[in-house]
């Protein structure tokens, strides 16, 4: 099974929002309600942000989002802080009780 | 809190059988809940999900790693371990241990150790 397909970059200035989609098919993310998101800084361990789509893990801040439409989740990054520059990575679960993730994307805060 | 952390390693040479174990402190394997994964990270790419074990025995891996890897568990020292064969070095990445969550997320990962592949 193919990886998720994130876009490589993604860029903001402080302040603004930023979205970074996800796009898979009908036998991961169009089918199932397991979307995760997580963040990673060099050198550390990724770090959970979303989980089911759209529920945030106790301590992430409420300017973490994420939805989903059809084949492709989404997350959006509020009120941009320069502690939000990381790589993020989104995953499914998949049919035949498999999990992917997307190829990550790079965060850059201007 | 629990807390994991992988060991084993560092080098390994091809052909030849990767082997890590995850300790998890903290907090019991046992309690049931949690399925205990393992992820990896090639060098400078995205992650790969390798399988999990509940701690009653049960696994479940990433079909294109099924043939090559086994996941198993030791309660009694609150460990689960990887063992991944025949490896080559496309087999190089960060190895990470995590506990997923029955609707597939990974809420507590360990730091990573760094396997590489080579003669």
């Known amino acids: 099974q193919s990886a998720l397909t994130q876009p490589p970059s993604a860029s903001g200035s402080p302040g603004q929002s930023v979205t970074i989609s996800c796009t898979g098919t009908?036998?991961?993310?169009?089918?199932?309600?397991?979307v995760s998101w997580y963040q990673q800084h060099p050198g550390k361990a990724p770090k959970l942000m979303i989980y089911?789509?759209?529920k945030r893990p106790s301590g992430v801040p409420d300017r973490f989002s994420g939805s989903k439409s059809g084949n492709t989740a989404s997350l959006t990054v509020s009120g941009l802080q320069a502690e939000d520059e990381a790589d993020y990575y989104c995953?499914?679960?998949?049919?035949?009780?498999?999990?992917?993730f997307g190829g990550g994307t790079k965060l850059t805060v201007l | 809190q629990v807390q994991l952390q992988e060991s084993g390693p560092g080098l390994v040479k091809p052909s030849q059988t990767l082997s890590l174990t995850c300790t998890a402190s903290?907090?019991?394997?046992?309690?049931?809940?949690?399925?205990w994964s393992w992820i990896r990270q090639h060098p400078g790419k995205g992650l790969e999900w390798i399988g999990y074990?509940?701690?009653?025995?049960?696994?479940f891996y990433n079909p294109s790693l099924k043939s090559r890897a086994t996941i198993s568990v030791d309660t009694s020292k609150n460990q689960f371990s990887l063992r991944l064969i025949s490896v080559n070095a496309a087999d190089t990445a960060v190895y990470y241990c995590?506990?997923?969550?029955?609707?597939?997320?990974?809420?507590?990962w360990g730091r990573g150790t760094l396997v590489t592949v080579s003669s």
């Open positions: 074990i509940y701690y009653s025995g049960d696994t």
């Open positions: 995590a506990s997923m969550l029955w609707s597939w997320y990974f809420d507590l």
């Open positions: 903290g907090g019991s394997i046992s309690s049931g809940g949690y399925y």
């Open positions: 995953s499914s679960s998949a049919v035949s009780n498999n999990l992917i």
């Open positions: 089911e789509v759209s």
């Open positions: 009908s036998s991961d993310v169009g089918n199932y309600h397991y």
